[in-house]
């Protein structure tokens, strides 16, 4: 991701219950995929170890953007399952990325 | 965590290399308990998943606060073995955290 911030980031780690885990990444994949199709989205960094611990990390444009994402019909379903039954536990950060840095291990030449 | 926005979240994204993994674990541990010591650290989330790629974020008070732990001779040795050995990439991003919730599935009785 090569944006310049500010950008936004929404982070979001959650706590999975049990429950329906099939549908659980079914639903996980179909979000991702709407969620590339909004405007102004950036890019998401996702992970969710043995505890069913899990951070996701979505980078947005601006504000504007995380709002209309979040205001989207499919995915206001998908909240209202996450709260009946997907999670057992939730929190959710909006946050505006003031600096970033990456890093690349060198690679030996390919020959 | 109870603290009220506005405060700082780094997000530590990294994906492992095959190296040292015990080696990796302890170290990770150590710098996780390191930080819990550190004047202003407010909590940390951290997950890994099964293809290597982690997201951990730990938050702070201030973005001094973040400036001295990232100056912790002991952290600045991890973070040297990190490029050499641990993270085939990573990316950090210091960022302020505006807005906050979260929600917790409520329990049925224990009795």
Redesign the interface.
Known sequence: ?ETK?PYY?V?F?TKR?SADAAGYVAMAQRMEELARRQPGFLGL?????DDG?????SYWES?QAIRAWYLVAEHQEAQKLG?EKW???????????????????SQAAPF
Chains 1, 2 share one sequence.
Do not use: H, N
């Open positions: 991701m911030p980031a982070v780690t219950t960094d996702s992970a969710r170890g611990i899990g951070v996701t990390v504000e709260k999670y057992e536990w939730f929190q959710l950060r909006v946050c505006r990325v003031e600096r970033a840095r990456s890093f690349q291990q």
